[in-house]
């Protein structure tokens, strides 16, 4: 469900500056980008309504002014734990909603229009919280992956995602997906033809003895052979054999009424017939009568035979009456063990059935199955060893690649390598672990990255990997990848988070002026203190707040020195194709 983009309500955020005539034309961002993000009673902000545009868009402001705020109210609609120490002092809840546009085609050739679609998330400060989708309640997790697809965090000390094994292999696996498809589906075969084999071994005594249960109750419910819907009639037999007499005594009463008695029916109806003969003869009307009175004594006098033959059947027959208590007390006795309904019994015998026949099947395979096992986990070493060959000769240009960029973002003696660790047995996802082994230091050893990696190394290590592979998702955030750096690898940092930003869009929280000079658009947080209670409060930049904010970025002031240096920085934006970092 989407709906039509909403005009941005311009009385409370300004239009945001786009990307000069003159800046080199980036491609969109792959899939939805982010259109704009509300945030109400989050941490020291009461109200804030942002727009964003493709392109790198970083966030800066004096320290302790809550830049990551920002990064923390996206955390939610990603379905990051939910903490009630973030609701602002003093209210109820907080509320976190995310607008992404989505193209859609028109009806007319070469014409899209946008649509929105929203992300929310509501925190109660008595714990209660509430995920929406598009306005539709769903649960945190649905939230979650809606979000993942659309939006990537990489917080300071804890990019999480990387430090995974699975995250780690995944990144050399990505370009080999005939190699990982071909032992995946070989493991998989593989493993349940063993668990198959592994039943068979292990449970050859509860075999027989499921066995002997499973045939003992087919035999049982076989042997009485239910009938869908019969024991409704037979229900109804039984009460009339048991009422007999009282049948006969009633059927006994009416005949006397009609046949029986010294004045009964059929009598007064034959003077009837009687007492039209003269008037017959001359009244076609009369004539009719006595015709219709004539039917109805036959139909009594017939019913009066049938009813004679009910009041002389007095006594049930002892051999029926004990066939229909035998057939229900054994449809009974069915429906007590297997039931409560027959139609259930009659599915659980079709489900025996089926399990006599998958057991006879596994019995009459064990001779065989061995064999077949042996053949197929053969074809899990093959294909391992065509995977883990494909992951050696990948493993070490993907990092060289990525040991480029990470050497000039400010960590010059880094080494990095995939390393894949031989198991003693192979796993789903193949024969051997991979972990990125990693030290930002000359002179130590290469060790784990989860292990040895700061949060500013790992997010720049994260960074390299974005702007190598590509990010996963339209949109990325970094919170402080710049933490540690400056001169040269400042500028390096800078120009990655650029590069990036001309197919993503790239949102960053940066203390760094030499990144804030690359942006397409600059937000800045301030803080104040309003009617006794602190506010944090974001906004775009002009151009010159712009270039003001980078000269107090550049030497804490404003002075003419650091505003020469801040314009200087900012022209310097554009660099030539040939001077362009090599990835």
Do not use: C
């Not at 139909?299 to 229900?328: F, I, K, M, T, Y």
């Not at 990525?402 to 400010?410: D, F, P, S, T, Y």
């Not at 991979?434 to 949060?455: K, R, W």
């Not at 996963?472 to 710049?482: H, L, S, W």
Request: proline letters at 4%.
């Amino acid at each position: 469900m989407t709906r039509k983009a909403r005009a941005p309500r311009a009385e409370k955020t300004a239009t945001l500056p786009r990307p000069s005539a003159s800046a080199p034309a980036d491609p969109s961002p792959v899939g939805p980008a982010l259109a704009r993000l509300e945030v109400r009673n989050l941490a020291t902000i009461r109200e804030l309504e942002l727009d964003f545009a493709d392109g790198l868009s970083v966030f800066t402001g004096e320290t302790g002014a809550g830049k990551s705020i920002i990064v923390d109210a996206l955390g939610l609609l990603l379905g990051s734990r939910a903490n009630t120490d973030l609701i602002r002092t003093g209210e109820s809840d907080l509320l976190v909603t995310g607008f992404w546009n989505e193209e859609s085609a028109e009806s007319s050739a070469d014409q899209t229009s946008t649509d929105q679609s929203s992300a929310s998330r509501r925190l109660a400060a008595q714990g209660r919280g509430v995920a929406r989708l598009d306005g539709e309640v769903v649960s945190v997790r649905e939230l979650q992956e809606w979000a993942q697809t659309r939006l990537t965090i990489h917080w300071q000390h804890s990019a999480v995602s990387l430090l995974g094994p699975a995250n780690q292999r995944a990144l050399l696996d990505r370009g080999l997906p005939d190699q990982t498809a071909a032992y995946t589906h070989a493991y998989r075969e593989w493993q349940e033809a063993r668990a198959r084999l592994e039943r068979l071994r292990t449970g050859e005594r509860e075999r027989a003895r499921q066995l002997d249960l499973l045939t003992f109750q087919s035999r049982e419910i076989a042997e009485v052979a239910p009938l869908p819907g019969e024991e409704e009639p037979l229900q109804a037999e039984l009460n009339r054999l048991a009422n007999l007499e009282t049948i006969a005594q009633s059927a006994a009463g009416a005949l006397t009424l009609i046949s029986d008695g010294e004045e009964n029916a059929l009598g007064f109806l034959g003077e009837a017939v009687r007492a039209l003969n003269a008037s017959a003869r001359y009244d076609d009307a009369s004539a009719a009568l006595q015709q219709e009175l004539r039917a109805a004594l036959d139909s009594l006098q017939a019913v009066s035979g049938e009813l004679r033959a009910v009041a002389e059947d007095g006594a049930a027959d002892p051999e029926q009456l004990a066939r229909v208590e035998g057939r229900l007390g054994a449809l009974g006795k069915l429906r007590t063990k297997y039931g409560p309904t027959l139609d259930d019994v009659l599915e659980f015998q079709a489900g025996v059935e089926e399990e006599l026949a998958a057991l006879t099947r596994d019995e009459q395979a064990a001779g065989t199955l061995d064999a077949d096992v042996e053949a197929l986990f053969s074809e899990v070493r093959r294909s391992g060893t065509v995977l883990d060959s494909a992951r050696q000769k990948r493993a070490a240009p993907l990092a060289a690649e990525l040991l480029a960029v990470i050497r000039e973002l400010g960590m010059p003696h880094a080494r990095l390598e995939f390393r894949l660790s031989p198991l003693s047995e192979p796993a789903l996802y193949g024969p051997s672990d991979v972990t990125i082994q990693f030290t930002a230091n000359p002179g130590e050893d290469l060790a784990p990255l989860s292990d040895v990696a700061s949060g500013g190394e790992l997010s720049r290590v994260m960074l390299a990997i974005s702007t190598v592979l590509g990010a996963d998702t339209p949109a990325v955030v970094f919170d402080e990848v710049d933490a540690g750096i400056g001169g040269g690898a400042a500028l390096a940092v800078a120009e990655q988070l650029h590069r990036l930003a001309r197919s993503r869009q790239v949102m960053v929280v940066t203390h760094l002026a030499q990144i804030a000079a690359r942006a397409d658009h600059h937000f800045k947080v301030e803080k104040a203190v309003e009617e006794g209670r602190t506010v944090s409060r974001v906004r775009p930049l002009s151009p010159d707040e712009r270039l003001e904010e980078i000269a107090r970025m550049l030497g804490g002031n404003t002075s003419e020195a650091a505003l020469g240096h801040a314009r200087e920085l900012m022209e310097g934006k554009e660099v030539k194709p040939s001077d362009r970092l090599k990835v």
